[in-house]
């Protein structure tokens, strides 16, 4: 490696840091990967060792260039260098774009089933309706659901006889894809209640459901009910493995 290309790598470095720094500033994702961070501050850290040893390297020309170092040391530099700010940036995307999930359970089935992989935009983003979500419920778990109500839609409950009712939202009675009713039991209705302003939505809080109507803990469980925005990180946007689209 020579000065030059040195000094060109120290600037893209610096580049990548000052990103970093301006995006955690204005809090451009949700989502907090430290495994992600740590990945790129020993990324940054092999970027700088190798730009200061080939400054170094280049600045003391050596005339007697026998062994393995003095005759592969550029090359080496050169590759040690390339990798340090490849993963910088995968990283960097991956804390603050776009990020590759495995679906763990059943509850999206059909749509998505377990060991499907999916990528997560997560670059602020804003929950629309029918996307589906990644909702995290704490540190260590995620779910990922669709989202059925927005803040200020109208909630109904229509008692089943049964202890359940069935939910309607602005007027309709939401389907699953394999057109199942999204039912709730009394628990679950007043868990939704709790976040509701007459029969509208509080602002700031979804309804979520897996697309897996009779098998799903979402918004109609009473120890989830309606998800605040803070909790919404991401939308998954494409299906990896198998490879397709999400609808």
């Known amino acids: 490696m020579t000065v030059k290309k040195a000094y060109k790598t120290l600037i893209i470095t610096v580049i990548f840091m000052m990103l970093t ?13 430290s495994w992600a961070m740590s ?45 340090s700010v490849s993963l910088m940036g995968i990283f960097l995307v991956f804390m603050f774009i776009v990020l590759p999930s495995v679906v763990r359970f059943s509850s999206m089935e059909p749509t998505l089933y377990p060991g499907d992989r999916v990528v997560v935009y997560h670059f602020m983003y804003e929950p629309e309706l029918n996307d589906v979500v990644i909702v995290k419920i704490d540190e ?27 939910i309607q939202i602005n007027g309709e009675f939401p389907k699953s894809p394999e057109d199942q009713y999204y039912i709730i039991d009394i628990l679950g209705k007043e868990a939704v209640l709790e976040k509701m302003d ?15 109507a009779n098998n799903s803990i979402d918004s109609r ?7 605040h925005i803070d909790q919404i990180v991401g939308k998954a946007i494409l299906r990896l493995w198998p490879f397709g689209g999400i609808k």
């Open 21 to 33: 720094i301006i995006f955690y500033a204005f809090h451009v994702s949700k989502l907090s990967l």
């Open 39 to 83: 990945g790129f501050v020993i990324s940054v850290l092999g970027s700088i060792i190798s730009i200061v040893v080939s400054i170094r390297e280049s600045s003391h020309k050596r005339e007697i260039s026998d062994g393995f170092w003095a005759k592969q040391r550029f090359e080496i530099l050169d590759w040690l260098t390339f990798l």
């Open 140 to 166: 260590e778990t995620y779910y990922i659901k669709r989202v059925h109500a927005m803040p200020g839609d109208i909630i109904r409950f229509y008692d089943m006889g049964d202890g359940n009712y069935r």
């Open 198 to 212: 007459g029969e509208e939505l509080i602002a700031d809080y979804y309804l979520v459901f897996g697309d897996n």
């Open 221 to 227: 469980s009473k120890d989830i009910g309606p998800i």
